[in-house]
């Protein structure tokens, strides 16, 4: 289930840690087959488990503790509102308010068209630059007014 392109860049991510300590690179190992399959299964967490050689319950630990790795599929684009209290203070909250109604969905809900699943998000230490948001955990938005968040809709689509 590991593609060879997977094995290689993990296999990269292991020479960052001692050859006895080669759990170290599972949150790294996860990103790698996540951004492949676009979420984790249960498969595919025991094959990151086996080729770290770790226990299969220390793997879904790390995965089922952090926000960014999605536990079944999600829309082509998962948008992470941050509505920590100085983000909803900054207007989060409305920003959420405004994705919920505008894409028709609530909180870890895709849309009916596959492109977006939306997802309410931890502090994303940018709290100066709310409302924040992360696209497919790799992309940080910032000031997102109702108008800048049209215009990722309409990118992203």
């Known amino acids: 289930m590991l593609s060879p392109q997977a094995k290689q860049k993990i296999d990269r991510e292991l020479t960052k840690y001692p050859a006895d300590q080669k759990q170290s690179a599972v949150m790294s190992a996860l990103a790698i087959v996540q951004d492949e399959y676009g979420w984790l299964s249960s498969e595919v967490m025991d094959e990151v488990a086996q080729y770290l050689g770790m226990p299969q319950i220390a793997v879904y630990e790390v995965a089922t503790f952090y926000n960014m790795y999605n536990l079944k599929p999600m829309g082509k684009s998962k948008i992470t ?46 709290c ?25 809709i309409e990118e992203l689509k």
Do not use: H, I
């Not at 100085?86 to 596959?114: F, H, I, M, N, Q």
């Not at 790799?138 to 109702?146: D, E, Q, W, Y």
């Open 81 to 126: 509102v941050c509505t920590n209290l100085p983000c909803a203070l900054s207007g989060g909250v409305d920003a959420a308010e405004y994705l919920k109604k505008k894409l028709g969905v609530d909180w870890r809900e895709t849309t009916a068209d596959g492109n977006f699943t939306l997802v309410e998000g931890e502090c994303m230490g940018a």
């Open 128 to 152: 100066g630059d709310a409302p924040v948001l992360l696209v497919n955990n790799k992309r940080m938005c910032s000031f997102m007014s109702n108008e800048k968040l049209d215009k990722l």
